[in-house]
Structure formats: structure tokens, C-alpha cells
């Protein structure tokens, strides 16, 4: 990888912040986007900005090939055997929605059990809550090793034969812990489960291959993998997408509509009521052939370096503490950490004014942050355009950060 020529991509990284270069370290909240997602977007607004589907005409057609073409690119980003299975949706946040009010509303009943994590963002706890609330199911939690990580015995354990859903993220976006989602979705199916993964945290930076997975339904976010805001996928197996009924209803995904009842589109576009998110569809297709350019096995493996890299200096200062698995290899490209006496925004504030971008708070994952005995925390996570420098700017900066607190108190 020349990460120089790939930085050169993203021209937002080309200016200071408070008198000093930029350094994102941000990027689990939102990546940035490389000149060609840029262009992508700007090409189809310029020249054949129009809406799918309906229109026979030439711009209508152009923008139905991209928003299409955009599609079979996720199918083959992800594996998927058909691109019926390969839903547009607003992002993981609606996609796992979509799942709990739909598939979860048709099979889950009082009774009956919904299993997820600690580790989980709040889109992958809320949405089981509420289906549990309303059709009397209990919400399990697996329990966590005391490094962030996941026993298979404890999920053996957790999931039993009135299991109907197992959820959990393929990453965590505060430990970075990879989870081994192979392996739970293999002991989800043996009790007769269905396994959700949220991959908001794993599609940018690894490859994913949902057929090898053998998951039922995999959702993830385009802005977090240099693709735009507001576009996201939902990827489900044939058998249940078919069985399963929309939860948004009008244009785009009916068949035939009378005066007293409807019929909906086939797959995919049943789950796409209303105009499409053409723009940011076009786009997310973009950012996977960039990413695809690349490679994800090496993006992955520089990531790796990177957390690695981190991990090294920032536990060199004295009073940091850093959450999540000690063995780089078995983490993301993220380090989450808290420095004794200053408090995760008033760090987040300081760096600031270095130029430095760091993210601060709960990161919405508020039980996790209960189980880590802590408020908040503060949180550096990398991508393929960040480097060394980056991270030696960081610690440079935390440095300061302890030294200043230190003399003012």
C-alpha cells in the first residue's frame, strides 16, 4: 500500500485545524471519502440525476443501470449468492430494524428468547428490547471475558433451543474485539436461530463473505466505508427475505395496488418503498471498487500494524488505560482508552486544538461502558489513510494533555 497516494485521495485530510495539519482519528464514527466516491456523486447530480425504475427515458435509464450496477457491486463485496438478497437501506441502524419488526414480529413470541451482547451499539440492543417488550421474549445477554472478548462455552451456554435470534456485532466499535461470528452462527443454526450480524464495524476493513458465514442477515453502513451518509445494506437470505413482510409501505415497492388491498414487488424491491437512495447507492458503489482497488486484505493488515503500532507507544504513558483484547492481532484497527484524572471530553478538547480528531463519550453503547465500571471513554480509530505520524501526533498529544491537567490541579 502507498499510503501517501492514497491519502492524496482524500482532500479533506489536506488542511489545518486550529493552526495545525489534521489528524482524523475518527473514522469508526465516520469515514472520510476518497476524490472518486466525490466525483461519482457530482457525475450523477451533473449528468443523469433522475429517478429508477419507472422512467423509459435516457437519464431515467442511465441512473437505474448505476443504482443496479451499484448493487451487484455489494453482492460481489459481500458474497452473496443472488442480488435479491442485497437490500438498500439507510444504514445498519434501519437494517437491523427492519429485521426485529419484520422477521422478529412473524417468529418470535412470548416465551421464546432473543440473544445478543454487552458489547453491542445501542442499534443492535434497542431494537431486540422493544420486540421482546411487545412479544413477551427474554433478552439474553452473552457475558464477556474480562479482556472484551467472547468464550464459545459462554455462548453454548447462553443459547438454547428457545433461542429464535441471536444478533451481535462482527466488531466491536469500542473494544475492536473481533467476535467469532462463524462459529456462533453454527451454534445459532443447531438450536434452530437465526444469526443477525451487524457489520457496520468489519465491512470497511476486512473481507466478508456472508455465504461462508452462512449468517441469515448482515447489515453495515456506507458512510463508515468511504461511501456517502444515508446509504447502507441489509443482506438476507433468500428463504426468509421471501417470507418476510415490508415494514415501509408506498411507492416503488408494490406490484399491483387496489382499493382495499396490495401485492408487493419481488426481492429486492419490496424492502424499498419510496424513491431510492439513488445517489448514495452510486456512491457506496464507488467506495467498494476504491476499497476493492486496494485490497481488504491489505487494508486489514495495515490496520492491524496500525493498532498494534498505537498500542506500543500509548502504553508507554503512565496513568492510560487501554479496554479491549491486549493481543493486537485479535482486535481492529480502534484503541478505546481513559488517562487517570481527565475526563474523555476535556481530552477529546485539548487534542482538538492540536488538530487532532479523537472521538469522546459512550460511543452508544452504554452498557458496555457499565460493564468497563466507567462513564465514557476516549476513543482513536484508524483506516487506510492514517499513519505512524498520526499515531506518534496522538500520543505526542496525550503527553501534553497529562502534563497540563497534572499542573493545573
Not at 173 to 191: C, D, F, R, Y
Request: with cysteine; charged share 25%; hydrophobic share 40%.
Amino acid at each position: 500500500m502507498n499510503i501517501q497516494e492514497i491519502r492524496r485521495q482524500f482532500p479533506i485530510l489536506d488542511q489545518e485545524v486550529n493552526g495545525q495539519p489534521l489528524v482524523y482519528l475518527d473514522s469508526a464514527a465516520t469515514s472520510q471519502k476518497p476524490l472518486s466516491v466525490i466525483r461519482a456523486l457530482d457525475e450523477y447530480y451533473k449528468g443523469y440525476n433522475s429517478n429508477v425504475h419507472r422512467g423509459v427515458h435516457t437519464l431515467g435509464t442511465r441512473a437505474t443501470d448505476g443504482y443496479e450496477g451499484a448493487r451487484e457491486k455489494v453482492r460481489k463485496f459481500i458474497n452473496a449468492a443472488s442480488n435479491e438478497e442485497v437490500i438498500f437501506m439507510r444504514g445498519t441502524t434501519t437494517a437491523i430494524n427492519t429485521v426485529a419488526q419484520s422477521y422478529g414480529a412473524d417468529n418470535v413470541k412470548e416465551g421464546d428468547e432473543i440473544v445478543i451482547t454487552h458489547m453491542e451499539h445501542h442499534s443492535n440492543i434497542i431494537p431486540w428490547q422493544q420486540l421482546a417488550k411487545i412479544t413477551g421474549a427474554t433478552l439474553k445477554y452473552v457475558p464477556l471475558q474480562e479482556d472484551g472478548t467472547l468464550s464459545l462455552d459462554d455462548v453454548r451456554e447462553t443459547i438454547t433451543d428457545n433461542t429464535k435470534i441471536v444478533s451481535i456485532m462482527m466488531v466491536s466499535n469500542v473494544l475492536g474485539t473481533m467476535n467469532p461470528i462463524k462459529e456462533i452462527t453454527q451454534i445459532a443454526h443447531e438450536h434452530g436461530a437465526v444469526m443477525m450480524v451487524d457489520g457496520a464495524q468489519a465491512a470497511p476493513h476486512m473481507k466478508v463473505d456472508v455465504q461462508d458465514l452462512d449468517c441469515d442477515f448482515f447489515a453495515f453502513s456506507g458512510h463508515k466505508m468511504a461511501g456517502p451518509t444515508g446509504i447502507g445494506v441489509l443482506y438476507g437470505k433468500k428463504k426468509h427475505l421471501n417470507a418476510m413482510e415490508p415494514v415501509e409501505f408506498g411507492g416503488e415497492m408494490i406490484d399491483f395496488v387496489g382499493l382495499q388491498d396490495s401485492t408487493w414487488k419481488e426481492l429486492p424491491w419490496k424492502f424499498e418503498g419510496g424513491t431510492p437512495i439513488i445517489a448514495g447507492a452510486i456512491g457506496l458503489g464507488a467506495a467498494i471498487d476504491f476499497l476493492n482497488e486496494i485490497g481488504l486484505d491489505e487494508i486489514e493488515k495495515y490496520e492491524h500494524h496500525l493498532a498494534a503500532y498505537a498500542m506500543e507507544k500509548m502504553s508507554e504513558i503512565d496513568g492510560l488505560t487501554i479496554y479491549g483484547p491486549k493481543d493486537p492481532g485479535q482486535r481492529a484497527g480502534l484503541v478505546t482508552f481513559n488517562l487517570d484524572d481527565v475526563h474523555p471530553h476535556d481530552l477529546a478538547t485539548v487534542l482538538d486544538a492540536d488538530g487532532i480528531a479523537i472521538r469522546a463519550g459512550h460511543h452508544c453503547a452504554q452498557p458496555l461502558m457499565k460493564w468497563l465500571d466507567v462513564s465514557s471513554t476516549a476513543r482513536a480509530s484508524f483506516y487506510l489513510y492514517n499513519t505512524e505520524e498520526d499515531i506518534d501526533r496522538l500520543v505526542n498529544g496525550l503527553v501534553k494533555t497529562k502534563e497540563y491537567f497534572s499542573d493545573v490541579f
